[in-house]
């Protein structure tokens, strides 16, 4: 097992060295120059060379590269054009609001989709199953922002349950933080219950055909424990996946969720400097995103030993 | 206990516990928040280093000016208590007011203030235009300092009011000392309003505390001049990217101040109980058409001047604003309502003349030539310009490429020289705050000096005459009579046009905030908050 670790963790140096250059490619090919930005919308043509040229954006691409990479290799994500601040400093800031979203996300989901998924198996073809099943195309075709616009008209503006945006830290009371992160983590959620609600079902629905299950049922068990003992447990690896493979899904959502809800995350910060041409946090963001995305399914890979005894490393 | 129990308790404490901290948090916060969303967040704490409405903005909260701008553009003494000019016109001698102190404790001086005009001077356009006229500058007591000419300047206290981008703030000199091309560090300022950079929260929150030592001037507030009496505790700054969720957040008074939301969702908050939207800037913005001297066809005159025949400022201002409460037609470059405003050679714009633009573009012999229109796609004000100016183009005859991109591609785009086939461009639009173009020095679409123009480069002996003898005239009728000369100039050879006249109004919440007062940049003094 500590050998699998080692190997996956060092399998995913090559992995982010290849995004770190992707990306730095990648913005580097794009339009748009951050001097003109930094000079602001009456920069002169002179204002905005002399800025370049504080930048080192006249360098040859080969050798911006390489001053980054090798600031990156010593751990220095180096500096927002705009904010002066450290892109470590600006990402230490945004980390915690974004990490409060995406767990309460993830236990909304788990929460509601593993039994929505469990029970639309167990009742197949019934109109229960249906209407998850209805739910599911719904939850995963209306787009992140439509669906939170729609539940701020609802809750906040029309009901007044909720609040319209913004986050309160844990800090300031458990209530106010729950109580600015439950539209959000709703919105968040709805895509990510459609994904694991579907496949729960298939998997589950697998499962319950199997041999081992008529066996159970004619053992006399309950219904419900040949679910969660024999079905659950069998089907756990494809979900377990999919939770992981998500990730993904739930990173892309962030970023449109926390523009909705003016969450100051991870996300807006992408967005922001996306727009600005802050060249060295999008890098950052990004490298960072990736490593989350990776060490996730790396812990999903070291389940399935759990999940299934029969998997060794 | 099972966990089911312990973690139920947990909720009910919770539950409990929420309203008295609700409660406690009331008690605690006596101090007056007045909570306001910008139309960005804060990027650059120097307000000298860009030309950022933002960064402008917060200079105006942070620092103060020698001089400044009234409501009917009347320049008044500031941080200035008087001042005397020779008889040769050649000395001004300023004399700061009583009580100016910096934020640390530190009284403002004569050396503060010269260092500061000196770091702006090396930015600014207007402020390179004044330092070509100036010899020195000297400090005669703490208090007092000189501004010795060559010659005499007819914008000497005009440059120093400057009332937009970049606004001539003053620091303190170990602040001002810093390279013009570094941004400073420290911000300290002597202003109505102390940022608290601890609080700062780059992209989220910018703070900004009232400075009790700041001692406002006896007359009342107009725009960045009289009284700057802070009526609040603290002003923060929320960063809300997006429109509709800001305009939701201020109808739900969670924010207290929009600086300028969008016209489109206008209908939403005048039907929303306690706000109110208001033009607080009566001089507006006004849409620029500009064009490209340097490549085909827009190197020839003629086929410039067709363009400006082609297009006219209703058709943009109906396509982008919309409420005609919220724009106006108006034929003076340098801004409806102000002193030199003319409507002098303007006619060529205020209407389209698609039969006369087609009879230039014959007389110039124009082949066809491409037209790169570039079109910015994500700036509310600026979204349709773009297909309008496409539209007239090609009704009058142009080979119109018209080209989508988002705003930072565009400004990136509009400073290459290259040809537009090369990744370069034949026209843009954007849009300028009136305060940044109300005479021809600082407006920098006027600028014809070739290569060190603004973008389009423009290249005319007679254009940089008239703007030269318009920067030396002292006599503002002569100066009006110039600025005149200028308009007909710039539109005989096309520098630009003007696109028309528009107003953006802001928002509050005025169940609880009262006494809000306009300006070309939003103003946080003198207003109040329940």
Known sequence: ?313 | MNWGRKIAQGAMAAALAAPMMAGLGTAASAETTLRVVMHSDLKIVDPIWTTAYMSRNYGYMVYDTLFAMDENTNIHPQMVDSYTVSDDKKTYTFTLRDGLAWHDGAPVTSEDCIASIKRWAKKDGMGQKLMEFVKEMKAVDAKTFQMVLNEPYGLVTTSLAKPSSNVPFMMPKRVADTSADEQITDYTGSGPFIFKADEWRPGDVAVFAKNTAYVPRKEPASWGSGGKVVNVDRVEWISIKDHQTAVNALIEGEVDYLESPPTDLLPLMEGAEGVTAKILNPLGNQFMFRLNHLHPPFDNVKIRRAALAAIDQIGFLQAVIGNPDYYKECPAMFVCGTSLATDKGAEIIMKSDIPLAKKLLAEAGYDGTPVVVMQSTDVDVLNNLGPVAADKLKRAGFNVDLQAMDWQTLVSRRSKKEKPADGGWNVFMTSWTAADILNPIMAAGFRANCGDAWFGWPCDAEMEKLRDRFARETNPDEQKLIAVDIQVRALEIATHANAGQWYGPSAWRSDRVSDVIGGPMPIFWNLSKK
């Open chain 1, 1 to 313: 097992m500590f050998g699998f670790i080692v190997n996956r963790l060092i399998a995913t140096i090559p992995v982010l060295g290849m995004v770190a250059i992707f990306v730095f490619l990648m913005l580097r090919l794009t339009p748009g120059d951050p001097a003109a930005v930094l000079a602001g919308d009456n920069g002169t043509p002179q204002q905005i060379a002399e800025i370049r040229e504080a930048l080192g954006l006249n360098e040859p691409i080969p050798v911006q590269l390489g001053i980054w990479f090798s600031n990156l290799l010593q751990g220095d994500f180096g500096q927002s054009y705009f904010f002066k601040k450290d892109v470590t400093e600006l990402i230490l800031l945004r980390v915690g609001p974004t990490v409060a979203l995406a767990t309460t996300t993830l236990i909304i989901t788990i929460i509601v989709a593993i039994p929505l998924g469990i029970i639309a198996a167990y009742l197949h073809g019934t109109w229960i199953d249906r209407g998850v099943m209805a739910f599911s195309v719904a939850g995963f075709s209306i787009p992140v922002f439509v669906l939170g616009y729609i539940l701020v008209y609802l809750f906040a503006l029309e009901i007044k349950l909720f609040p319209v945006q913004g986050y309160k830290p844990l800090a300031d009371g458990f209530w106010p933080f729950i109580h600015h992160l439950v539209l959000p983590s709703i919105t968040l959620s709805v895509i990510y219950i459609a994904l694991i609600a579907r496949i729960t079902r298939a998997s589950v629905l697998e499962i319950l055909n199997e041999d081992y299950i008529r066996t159970a049922y004619a053992k006399g068990l309950k219904p419900t424990k040949v679910l969660m003992k024999h079905a659950l447990r069998n089907a756990a690896v494809p979900i377990v996946t999919v939770i992981g493979i998500g990730i993904a899904l739930l990173i892309g959502g962030v970023v449109v969720t926390e523009s909705v809800f003016n969450i100051p995350g991870l996300g807006r910060l992408t967005v922001d400097a996306v727009l600005g041409r802050d060249y060295p946090t999008i890098q950052a963001v990004i490298i960072v995103f990736s490593f989350v995305y990776v060490l996730i399914n790396l812990l999903i890979d070291l389940s399935y030993s759990l999940l299934d005894p029969r998997i060794r490393y």
